[in-house]
T-cell receptor, first 111, second 112 residues
Framework: DAKTTQPTSMDCAEGRAANLPCNHS???????VYWYRQIHSQGPQYIIH???NNETNEMASLIITEDRKSSTLILPHATLRDTAVYYC????????????FGAGTRLFVKA | NAGVTQTPKFQVLKTGQSMTLQCAQD?????MSWYRQDPGMGLRLIHY???????DQGEVPNGYNVSRSTTEDFPLRLLSAAPSQTSVYFC???????????FGPGTRLLVL
């Protein structure tokens, strides 16, 4: 599975959009981009995933560059409860895979 | 559905003791895995399983054993606990071609 690079930490004002970048320059053609987050000491929570096209759900939007070497997770209106560690993961979407988490980005949403 | 459950929530062990961390899921997921998370660090994969009777090693398997006799259960065994195994342990499950992994609430283990 490809390796990802994320900033260690970021700040965001409450109510503003939070844009979290992820670099995955060695991504393969069959690897998906997944985002999870971990709030305090809870288990990680799935947010969104995509292959080539931009994706949106009730939690966030995922923007993947045309060359697929980087992506951005967008939380459109960040709240204090979005303060968490956000993990960007790339992996194939077939059986037998193993999901490897990196260090992630610690997002602080400030009032 | 209860989702992914883990027991115990917290455990204190002495060096050299053995114990089993329990993980169960009621979603009929084929894939299950164990992670450990040290303070201020990301998750590291210990072992994983793609179905009953099939297990494989992750990034940090040393000191841990697993077995998968049923689809529902995936216990993690520490044969001889060491202080370096003090950590929070998370179990996760998903279908084999998942859109998401579901994580349990974690087991906090302290080895003295």
């Amino acid at each position: 599975d490809a390796k990802t690079t994320q900033p260690t930490s970021m700040d965001c004002a409450e109510g503003r959009a939070a844009n979290l970048p992820c670099n995955h320059s060695t991504i393969s053609g069959n690897e998906y981009v997944y985002w999870y987050r971990q709030i305090h000491s809870q288990g990680p929570q799935y947010i969104i995933h995509g292959l080539k096209n931009n994706e949106t759900n009730e939690m966030a939007s995922l923007i993947i560059t045309e060359d697929r070497k980087s992506s951005t997770l967008i939380l459109p209106h960040a709240t204090l409860r979005d303060t968490a560690v956000y993990y960007c993961i790339v992996r194939v979407n077939t059986g037998g895979f193993k999901t490897i988490f990196g260090a992630g980005t610690r997002l602080f949403v400030k009032a | 559905n209860a989702g992914v459950t883990q027991t115990p929530k917290f455990q204190v062990l002495k060096t050299g003791q053995s114990m089993t961390l329990q993980c169960a899921q009621d979603m009929n997921h084929e894939y299950m895995s164990w992670y450990r998370q040290d303070p201020g660090m990301g998750l590291r994969l210990i072992h994983y399983s793609v179905g009953a009777g099939i297990t494989d090693q992750g990034e940090v398997p040393n000191g841990y054993n697993v077995s998968r006799s049923t689809t529902e259960d995936f216990p993690l065994r520490l044969l001889s606990a060491a202080p370096s195994q003090t950590s929070v342990y998370f179990c996760a499950s998903s279908p084999l071609s998942p859109e998401t992994q579901y994580f349990g609430p974690g087991t906090r283990l302290l080895v003295l």
